[in-house]
C-alpha cells in the first residue's frame, strides 16, 4: 500500500496494491495489520456505510461534535470529488481543506482523521461510496459545516449547475460560527 500525506498531515491517500490480468482484478480493500504499518494508525473500525448518489448530489461536509469519526473512504462504482476540512480549533492547519478524485478506476482510498468534516460531490452518473468509521453515527452530534463557505474556500468542479443537496446540507454553518461555539 502506498500512501501519500496532503497538506492537511493526518489526512492520508492511500493506493492499495492492485493485482490485475485479463480477467479483472483483486486488491484487499482492507487489512488492519498492513494499514497499521503503512500510516502508523491503530484505528478501532465499528461501522460500514455505503451510499449511493447521481451526478450532481453534494453530501456534506459532516462531523460530530461528540463521538467524532475517524472515517476511510473509497469509491466502488463512478467518481467522486472527496473533501476534508479542518475544523479542529488550535489546529495548525485549522480552516484548510484537501480534495482528492475517488473512483473505481484509481481505487484510492482517502483516510480522514476525527475531528474533520467530509463531503463529496459525484462527479458521473452514480458512484457507490463506501466508508469505515471509528465511531458510531451519532444523529444527536452531527452537525454540517456549509460546503460554500467562503472563508473556506474549497475548489468544487464545475458540474455546469449547482450541487443537488440534502435539506440537513443546506442549513450548514460557517466556519466562523465554530469559533463561536
Known sequence: MQVTRTDIPDVLILEPKLFGDARGFFLESYNQRSFQEATGLSVPFVQDNHSRSRKGVLRG??????????????????????????IRVGSPTFGRWVGVELSEDNHRQLWIPPGLAHGFVVLTEVADFLYKTTDYYAPAHERCLMWNDPEVGIAWPDLGEPPLLSAKDQQGHALRDLLAT
Do not use: C, I
Open 61 to 86: 461536509l459532516h462531523y460530530q461534535v461528540q463521538q467524532p469519526q475517524g472515517k476511510l473512504v473509497r469509491v466502488v462504482r463512478g467518481a467522486v470529488f472527496d473533501v476534508a476540512v479542518d
